[in-house]
């Protein structure tokens, strides 16, 4: 009993990724769609209906969305079809149906940075990431494909397809909507799957194919780019603001007559990373642009003490 | 373009209270039950087979619980009946089929400390609440209660009943098959709907009427009374560790047989705080236990310094 530290709870992770979680807890992937040797997601109507029905409710949507007419066209769009053969178009009537504008200055891109864009947006309590608006949350980490033959959709297999329309089409709506200041979280020290270094803005990226083209231009007021990097990289950077891919991403947007502002590791973002790695060295020194007392004091005190020391 | 600092991001809150957030969004409450001048959910029986396949689906919950059994089971217990004539019991046979044991060590209690609770658990990933289960998960921010005519709920209108058991039941079915380590989150600067103090363990709280009681003791190790007190609280602790009503917890608690560790204010949980607001003077120094290099070195700047000007 009394004060003491449950040091075990408090076990520095070796590594905190912004891309991931060392926690095994499986979690729902994002933005995916079909995969090789998996088929369509069991229950995919029931969950579908749940989480639009339980979207609205949570978010008071007025007028209400008809879920039972949003799957329809959600449906429509793929099923009795060749998996590999459905037209990014198919899925218009149902993002025309399920897209509304994200309230102003509230809207938030990412890539690369999955888990901590989702920690942070908090379900839209604090940004609105494409998972958090009504067609983002209904479909996110699903899987489906059609087939040709009676339910028509594929339960036990999907091909990777080279034509995976969904989400890029999820992301233009989404993009096209978005409205104040933006912001897009992008990873400082990104890394492909065998751990070398990649660029914080992908050029192949969804973010970069999509959803910077279909902004519109005279509803944006700046857009903000945070650049986050893990905890314990080594060099403490890779990129950042003004380097590398970054500045190519400066000037692309500059040119298109943006308003940019770029910001390495902003301090709530450090305050999100440093719930799950409080003693690392990077934690005690967050909000290093808010006054520091302690120094002062301590320097102070160390002036006093010499020539205390000096003058006897 | 470059680093400058988006200030208009980073406005600090002025109360940023563990018990809800200053943001407009609405947030579906947790452990709601029928409440007055509001009916029965509208496609509650939609949402509740959804967010009950697509929990399972989210974490491979292993074998299957069947979704629409466990809707009988749970609209068996209060359909066609008066509204306040449902004993406890009478939800036994939902919270068999679909309370699981939590894995050890992740439970956690929370009372008057919702979101931040919720924010720090991040659905089941760091920490179970009851609402990150499979019962807790398909009824949060729900509303409903039974009638006597057809279709056996009502949909317009539910009284406020002197007995409401669902979710004590719940939490009695939960608490019983916590195991390892478990965690309680308080709230040290507590406030009534007047703003006047309240006590952090409340002895009328679901938590301290229900959890406790129902805990196995042989299957508990230790129990982490966490403490959580608001960033701009002045005083800054109503209640503390060792004192006022966190006494009597542990004396109650050690009365019982049970190990109890309490700690004010982790610093995980400090820096989940400062997410919201990171130029708050609390935010500076959360993790004040790590070596501070900077004032060590500003330290023995000081006194080269002052040597060398000493010596001139």
Redesign the interface.
């Known amino acids: ?6 040091l ?3 076990v520095l992770f070796g590594t905190l990724c912004v891309t991931g ?1 060392t ?1 095994a ?4 992937s994002v933005r995916s769609g079909p995969t090789e040797n998996t088929g369509t ?3 995919l109507q ?9 979207f609205q ?4 949507v007025s007028p209400e969305v008809n ?1 039972t007419d949003l799957w329809d066209k959600f449906f429509g769009a793929f099923s009795y079809r060749e998996p590999c053969d459905v037209m990014a178009s198919s899925y218009d009537p149902f993002f025309q149906a399920s897209t509304f504008e994200t309230p102003v200055n509230k809207t938030m891109f990412w890539s690369g940075t999955n888990v901590l864009a989702h ?2 947006s ?1 379900e ?3 940004y609105r990431t494409l998972e958090d608006t009504l067609p983002g949350h209904i479909l996110n ?2 899987q489906w494909c059609g087939s040709p033959r009676a339910p028509g959709f594929n339960d036990t297999v999907c091909p990777q397809c080279e034509n995976r329309p969904f989400w890029p089409e999820a992301s233009k709506f989404f993009a096209q909507r978005a409205r104040g ?1 933006v912001f897009v979280m992008l990873n400082g020290t990104r890394r492909d799957a065998s751990g070398n270094p990649e660029d914080a803005f992908r050029t192949t990226s969804i973010f970069a194919r999509v959803e910077l083209p279909s902004l519109n231009k005279n509803a944006i007021s ?1 857009i ?1 780019v945070w650049v986050i990097h893990d905890l314990d990289s080594d060099p403490p950077y890779s990129e950042s ?2 380097k590398g891919s970054l500045s190519q991403l ?1 000037q692309i947007l ?1 040119y298109d007559g943006f308003h ?5 590791d ?7 990373q ?3 790695a ?2 690392s ?1 990077l ?5 290093s ?4 007392k ?2 002062i004091y ?6 006093v003490i ?2 205390i020391v ?1 003058n006897l």
């Not at 409710?57 to 008071?60: F, G, S």
């Not at 940019?260 to 390495?264: A, G, K, L, P």
Request: hydrophobic share 30%; aromatic share 8%.
């Open positions: 009993m009394g004060n003491r530290l449950p075990s709870l408090f979680r926690n807890a499986p979690r729902a997601t069991p229950h029931e969950i579908f209906l749940g989480r639009c029905w339980g409710q949570l978010w008071q879920c920690a942070y908090d839209g309590h604090r980490g699903l200041d700046t903000h603001c003004g400066e500059s940019v502002i770029c910001q390495d902003p301090p709530s973002l450090r305050h999100q440093c719930v799950d409080p003693y060295p934690c005690t020194s967050v909000t642009k808010a006054p520091k302690n120094t301590n320097s102070f005190l160390s002036v010499v020539s000096l």
